[in-house]
């Protein structure tokens, strides 16, 4: 990995923070106002496997920053370089697919985190987090935030125009992250929907990363873990392929 | 004489356009060389599929020898491109941007090359604005700073003077000249076909495609235009000399290859009574070659 992909995870990473009131100020106030309306109508209401609901609100607003703002990143980058025309500057350097690949990825996961950390400062005063078991909380959120990156590549990619990319973001990316079990155990959900949740690989995301705070969840960390290692592999080989490709890069 | 640039063969279809059709091209090391056509000839394709932006159907292209697809990363290194269309990056500063084209190259610590580049092209002063703060020509000017940044051997620049003032375009070719007698190879494509004449060794033509036209300059002038000598007149003008001759708005034009051929065409006007009120006499011009070779009266080349 040469200087080459360093430098373009470096201008990923300086293209949002110069920005950063945008890219991560305003995702930390959204989830603020989320936790403070939702938590004002429920806390004391409901309880989830035994705790209360503001703190089970917590991981999942934050993982849910995580995942959003990873996709945003490397989706409205890539579309935006394309939109304007300046995607020539890394193409025409001797950057390969695989570095182009793993410095937007990188990038987005940065982003990601940044955010994340940013909810989870704003919003842990509100209610008691365990914080029982925060290798998986790390975990979760790598893979999470590298799913939803390398989503974005794609989706960067795919996208000839800016609504283009709000319709794969608003189909696809928010019914995923919103009926993934954010707001509720889906425990709680009747059989059907249950079922469904199950195939939804961003409810492991979510589900996991809770269990880091509370060690308890829904499913089994490790199967949690093995659902999003999978979505994570199959996802970097499909991006990978497609840029290997050249797909709409590289006529 | 080894080759900067070899394109063998080169094909590319867009859907059902043909934008380059069987092209070869040879471009030596150290040339000066031009590229010209009409709008859609090819030319950009041409210049994508040497860097890589453009799949060739098939054929190859190599730079200093290194093919753009199985030895990309090489054959990247030597190539700087400045690219035809007006792109820009508006999160960054002038120099931000020179940098950061620096480290995609893998080039470190860039700063002294970067300031030469800067003060070559008249950007000292606008270093530290943000590129969205430049004029249009200022910003033409970056893209050709970020085409040199990692010092490549082959340059090449799509219409880098379209739509730039004179002040640029001056210092712009001081530049690029020094760099071409320094030893780069410059591929340069422009419509102002004068710059072409002045600037460029060698030249292909390219229509629909296909090279129609590959020479020296001077050959290519030599082959398809000629001196002419023009003048108004008035009187009838005799018979066997108009029919050599083209008129128009009250002006005939009379081609000629040696200057002595002159004087017994002014002996025979004045012997026919006619009066000449003004005359000039126009040099051979790559405008007449262009339109003459697009108008097909160009063999094609043999492969
Ligand atoms: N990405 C593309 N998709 C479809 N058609 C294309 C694409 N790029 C170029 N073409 C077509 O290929 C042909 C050659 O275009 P090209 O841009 O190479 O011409 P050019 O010689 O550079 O013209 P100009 O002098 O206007 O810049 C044109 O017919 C153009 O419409
Ligand atoms: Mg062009």
Known sequence: MGHGFSTLFYKEV??????????????????????????????????????????????????????????????????????????????????SYFEFFLAYVLASVVRGIVVGAGVLLATFWFAP????????????????????????VIAGIWADKFDQLAAFQNFLIMPLTFLSGVFYSIKSLPPFWQELSRWNPVFYMIDGFRHGFFGVSDASPWLSLAVV??????????????????????A | MSAAIRI?????????????????????????????????????????????????DSGSLCVMGHDVQADYRAARRHLGVVPQELVFDPFF????????????????DNDAWIDEILENLGLTSKANANMRMLSGGMKRRVLVAQALVHRPPVIVLDEPTAGVDVE????????????????????????????????????????????VALDTTARLLLRF?????????????????????????????????????????LAKIRAAGCRID????????????????????AETPAN
């Open chain 1, 14 to 95: 300086l293209r949002f923070w110069k920005v950063a009131s945008q890219t991560v100020a305003a995702p930390v106030l959204t989830s603020l106002l989320y936790l403070l309306i939702f938590s004002h109508v429920l806390e004391g209401h409901v309880r989830i496997h035994g705790i209360a609901y503001t703190a089970f609100l917590i991981p999942g607003l934050v993982m849910m920053s995580v995942l959003q703002n990873a996709f945003a990143n490397s989706s409205s980058s890539l579309i935006q370089s394309k939109v304007t025309g300046n995607i020539v500057f890394v193409l025409l350097p001797p950057i």
């Open chain 2, 93 to 108: 500063t002038v120099r931000e941007s020179l940098k950061i084209q620096s480290g995609y190259f893998g080039i470190r």
């Open chain 2, 8 to 56: 063998q063969q080169v094909s590319k279809c867009f859907g059902s356009t043909q934008a380059l059709d069987r092209v070869d091209l040879e471009v030596a090391a150290g040339e000066f060389f031009g590229l010209l056509g009409p709008n859609g000839a090819g030319k950009t394709t041409l210049i994508s599929a040497l860097a890589g932006l453009v799949r060739a």
């Open chain 1, 229 to 250: 290692g999978g979505c994570l592999v199959l996802l970097t080989v499909f991006t990978l392929n497609l840029l290997k490709r050249g797909y709409k890069l590289r």
């Open chain 1, 129 to 152: 987090l365990g914080f029982a078991e925060p290798a998986w909380i790390l975990a979760f959120a790598l893979m999470g935030g590298a799913i939803l990156g390398s989503l974005g």
């Open chain 2, 168 to 211: 640029l375009r001056q210092t712009l070719w001081a530049f690029i000249r020094r760099l071409n007698e320094a030893g780069h190879t410059i591929v340069l494509t422009t419509h102002y076909l004068d710059e072409a004449e002045s600037l460029c060794g060698r030249i292909a033509m390219l229509q629909a495609g296909r090279v």
């Open chain 2, 225 to 265: 235009s000629s001196h002419t000598l023009r003048l108004r007149s008035r009187g009838e003008m005799p018979a066997d000399l108009a029919s050599g001759a083209a008129q128009s708005g009250g002006w005939w034009s009379f081609p000629f290859d040696d200057f002595t051929e002159v004087e017994p065409l």
């Open chain 2, 278 to 297: 003004d005359l000039e006499i126009g040099k051979p011009d790559l405008e007449e070659v262009f339109i003459r070779v697009m108008q097909g009266q």
